[in-house]
């Protein structure tokens, strides 16, 4: 058995911006004082590739805890000056020792996941998808930072594609699934009064990765953020579903930075 901590949209760039004080060390003490042998981070760690790593091997060698991560959508952001696309963000993350990409083993539980990606799948029925692509760059800031020269939709189907694989090859195996983004139409934001939100579920996630785990029985977790709304530990679909992001500090209940990373980080045994 292995004690797991999971947390997500940790956004530390930008809390500490909207606090106006480093945060990464308390954050650290925070950790080193919890009792689990390892921490998962599903995403939105920082503003960019080499932040996020940079984060990782701090956190990794302070605390001595295990740290596996992988990318959210700010985390593959580039700057508009730099030439770079977020292919190249994504591969420094993709190549490092933390990230998951390949299954890997954790207790009892066999650990399957990547980034993910959104396929407007997920976006309001009435608005045809191509909409969805035309206004992308007038309300989402992916449009601008996170280039992948490529459809959405085609960036999420190279992550089914791997995670067919994967699934397939642990169907005996209790897996636990991870990745950055929505899964299941049942944990998007609805607003009656906010119509720019509403439109923007489209960016949250796709149906078709809810679909390809629940064809899995053996998957009994499934971990997900991007979404700022905290759902807890929820049954699902025969599931636990864990959404249970830190977010910005506007989205958090209280004020206190240490006792939001309580409230927003889940322990399981694996
Ligand atoms: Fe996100």
Redesign the pocket.
């Known amino acids: 058995m292995l004690k797991a901590l999971i947390m997500s949209?940790l956004h530390l760039d930008i809390n500490e911006e909207l606090l106006g004080r480093s945060v990464t060390s308390e954050f650290i003490n925070w950790l080193s004082r919890k009792s689990c042998d390892v921490f998962i981070i599903a995403?939105?760690l920082a503003g960019e590739a080499l932040d996020a790593i940079e984060l990782v091997e701090r956190i990794q060698a302070e605390t001595n805890k295990d740290v596996y991560f992988i990318a959210?959508?700010?985390d593959v952001w580039v700057p508009e000056d730099n030439k770079e696309n977020s292919w190249n963000s994504y591969d420094l993350m993709y190549n490092h020792p933390s990230y998951i990409n390949k299954p890997i083993k954790l207790g009892g539980h066999t650990v399957i996941g990547d980034m993910g990606w959104y396929d407007y799948s997920l976006g309001l029925q009435h608005v045809p998808q191509i909409k969805f692509k035309e206004e992308k760059k007038h309300i989402w800031k992916d449009a601008f930072y996170a280039r992948w020269e490529m459809d959405d939709e085609d960036v999420l189907n190279k992550m089914l594609k791997n995670w067919r694989v994967d699934l397939e090859k642990y169907k005996d195996n209790p897996v636990m699934f991870i990745n950055?983004f929505i899964p299941y139409k049942e944990f998007l934001t609805w607003l009656p009064d906010d119509d720019k939100m509403n439109f923007c579920q489209a960016y949250m996630g796709s149906n078709r990765i809810g679909q390809l785990v629940d064809r899995y029985q053996n998957v009994d977790y499934v971990v997900f953020?991007?979404t700022h709304k905290r759902h807890g530990v929820v049954e699902h679909h025969g599931k636990k579903v864990i959404c249970q992001p830190f977010g910005y500090v506007h989205n958090w209940v209280g004020n206190n930075f240490v006792e939001e990373l309580d409230k927003s980080s889940v322990m399981i045994d694996l």
């Open positions: 949209d995403g939105d959210g959508n700010h950055h953020g991007h």
